[in-house]
């Protein structure tokens, strides 16, 4: 049984950090691009960072560049992301999404398994 599963949430001041993980199980994660994306009523569903295997290359929302960090364990077969300096505009339940092969996208329909999400409240 594949599962996903987000942790890591929770209120934040803003300026402050916040490392969120997505642990995996029931399928291959050595095999899978894995992203973040992150839900507002105001945005919808957007992309924040993903992760490729193989040469273990990471790409960035342009908006977010700079202030977010993905990373990825293999053998924890963990996703992570830190966001750094957050903004009151962070403010969202944020997902990790798992797609198959080496190819990475923003888009969210291409991810094959999802997990239900973590929500991270900046405020102050």
């Known amino acids: 049984q594949v599962q996903l599963a987000e942790s890591g949430g929770g209120l934040v001041h803003p300026g402050g950090s916040l490392s969120l993980a997505c642990a995996t199980s029931g399928f291959n994660f050595s095999a899978y691009a894995m992203a973040w994306f992150r839900q507002t009523p105001k945005n919808g569903r957007e992309f924040v960072a993903a992760s490729t295997i193989g040469v273990g290359r990471t790409y960035y929302s342009d908006s977010l560049q700079g202030r977010i960090m993905m990373s990825r364990n293999e053998i924890k077969k963990t996703a992570y992301l830190q966001i750094n300096r957050a903004l009151l505009d962070d403010t969202a339940v944020y997902y990790c999404?798992?797609?198959?092969?080496?190819?990475?996208?923003?888009?969210?329909?291409?991810?094959?398994?999802w997990g239900r999400g973590t929500r991270v409240i900046v405020s102050s």
């Open positions: 999404a798992a797609r198959r092969g080496r190819i990475w996208t923003a888009s969210a329909p291409e991810y094959q398994y």
